[in-house]
């Protein structure tokens, strides 16, 4: 058991050779190919590409969390009350659409461009849009009862 102690400590404050460090010398020729290589053009519109699916993608986000809300207060508003069939059915179909968008929702990654994350932005909209306008009906019929 000492002799390991020992051993450990003797590793641990052993004397290091001698390198030197500040010595160190570059090429010019090298440095520039690798600042050239560095400077890609399609890195650059990869990168340009990426910034803007990432800003449609906040708001697609801020848009389904938009839709959540508003199907989830259209559910409660819609309670108990006495709405036409035809009505009942469109009024049906645009939440089933909703919450299908919502239930399976796509990560940035499943889109290859910005147009697939607007197109979804314009239907998610759509929905919200119909709904926004079946509530404040909705409202206004409670509010002159």
Excluded: C
């Amino acid at each position: 058991m000492l002799l390991l102690i020992a051993a450990t400590v003797y590793f641990v404050t052993r004397p290091q050779p001698e390198y030197e460090v500040g010595n160190v010398r570059t090429d010019a020729d090298v440095v520039e190919e690798i600042q050239e290589a560095v400077v890609d053009p399609e890195a650059v519109l990869a990168a340009e590409r990426r910034a803007i699916m990432e800003a449609e993608f906040e708001k697609l986000k801020l848009s389904r969390r938009n839709l959540e809300s508003r199907l989830n207060r259209l559910k409660a508003i819609m309670w108990g009350k006495k709405i036409s069939r035809e009505e009942t059915d469109t009024i049906n179909e645009q939440m089933k659409n909703g919450y299908a968008l919502l239930k399976f929702q796509k990560l940035l990654g499943a889109y290859t461009d910005a147009e697939q994350i607007n197109a979804e932005l314009t239907q998610i909209e759509f929905i919200n849009n119909f709904l926004k306008e079946v509530e404040d009906r909705l409202r206004k019929e409670w509010h002159q009862q």
